[in-house]
């Protein structure tokens, strides 16, 4: 049986087809991109902004192919792949926003990350609490406000939240981690009354 992978190098060194890339003008080498999914762009030297727009909202991780990419390529790519980030070097607060909501698993691609990004990911999935280390009371907040059962995966939750959880749904109460001892006495009392 034949072997039908394309040798890339090789077609690059002897026939000049992907390095001929370089000489064509901006609209052809946007066409080659939509035909190949953005995977050629590491063959343009200097490719232009459209180029590199038109690469990575068709294969995010194209961004790894390209020097320095501006804001706008790095949006463009994370909202197509969020394992983007992972190819982009300090990523800026809205870069990891747009990660965050494009994916949720984006989180544990980013190194020490703000409030604000803690807030969004438990905006949009309130278990994803679980990923974060120490997360204040705001973030417990809102992410037992998304979904209640996240309450599981806080291990410290400060009393405010403890006390919204027994509101929310009692029955929540039995999985508290750490609960305090007001908020045992509440729980016992409410199961008996109920």
């Not at 026939?15 to 190949?36: P, R, Y």
């Amino acid at each position: 049986m034949r072997n039908t992978k394309i040798d890339y190098e090789k077609l690059f060194n002897n026939n000049g087809v992907l390095w001929a890339l370089n000489f064509c003008s901006e609209q052809f080498q946007i066409e080659a991109i939509k035909q190949h999914e953005g995977a050629i762009i590491g063959f343009i030297k200097n490719p232009s902004k459209k180029v590199q727009l038109e690469s990575v909202k068709r294969f995010g991780i194209s961004i790894s192919s390209i020097d320095d990419p501006d804001e706008d390529v790095q949006l463009e790519a994370v909202n197509q792949n969020h394992w983007a980030l992972y190819h982009i070097k300090d990523p800026s607060e809205r870069v990891q926003l747009a990660a965050v909501k494009t994916n949720v698993d984006a989180i544990n691609l980013i190194n020490n990350p703000s409030e604000t990004i803690k807030l969004a990911l438990v905006k949009k999935e309130g278990a994803a609490i679980q990923w974060l280390k120490n997360p204040s009371e705001k973030i417990q907040l809102e992410a037992v406000k998304q979904d209640a059962a996240s309450i599981q995966y806080i291990k410290n939750p400060t009393k405010k939240v403890q006390l919204k959880i027994l509101e929310q749904n009692f029955e929540l109460g039995r999985v508290i981690l750490n609960p305090t001892e007001e908020i045992k006495v509440k729980f016992l009392k409410l199961r008996v009354f109920q």
